[in-house]
């Protein structure tokens, strides 16, 4: 069974950061691309990152390059996604999500099949 648990939510202020952690289990974590998409409060899910099992593809949202850094520990089963100078407009639930096979789209989720449930991230003074 594949599980995917979200955690390092919470309340920061405008420019502050966060790192967002994904415990991935139950599938060969080492074979699938991963990504990260969001859903703010009242919008559609959106699509923020990605990154290929070997690491040396990666890919941002436009809004998110060069203050999101996506990342991968592969002998830990685990992603990460490091949020800097954060907005009020980044305020949205994150999920952790795994890709179909080894390669990604970017800003698709079309080849997304598993999320998890998710942790809040709340930018606001």
């Known amino acids: 069974e594949v599980r995917l648990v979200e955690s390092g939510g919470g309340l920061v202020q405008p420019g502050g950061s966060l790192r967002l952690s994904c415990a991935a289990a139950?599938?060969?974590?080492?074979?699938?691309?991963m990504g990260w998409v969001r859903r703010a409060p009242g919008k559609g899910l959106e699509w923020v990152s990605a990154?290929?099992?070997?690491?040396?593809?990666?890919a941002y949202a436009d809004s998110m390059k060069g203050r999101f850094t996506i990342s991968r520990d592969n002998a830990k089963n685990t992603l990460y996604l490091q949020m800097n100078s954060l907005k009020p407009e980044d305020t949205a639930v994150y999920y952790c999500?795994?890709?179909?096979?080894?390669?990604?789209?970017?800003?698709?989720?079309?080849?997304?099949?598993?999320w998890g449930p998710g942790t809040q991230v709340t930018v606001s003074s």
């Open positions: 999500a795994k890709y179909k096979g080894s390669g990604f789209v970017e800003g698709s989720t079309s080849d997304l099949d598993y």
């Open positions: 139950g599938f060969a974590f080492n074979y699938h691309a």
């Open positions: 990154i290929n099992p070997g690491s040396w593809k990666r």
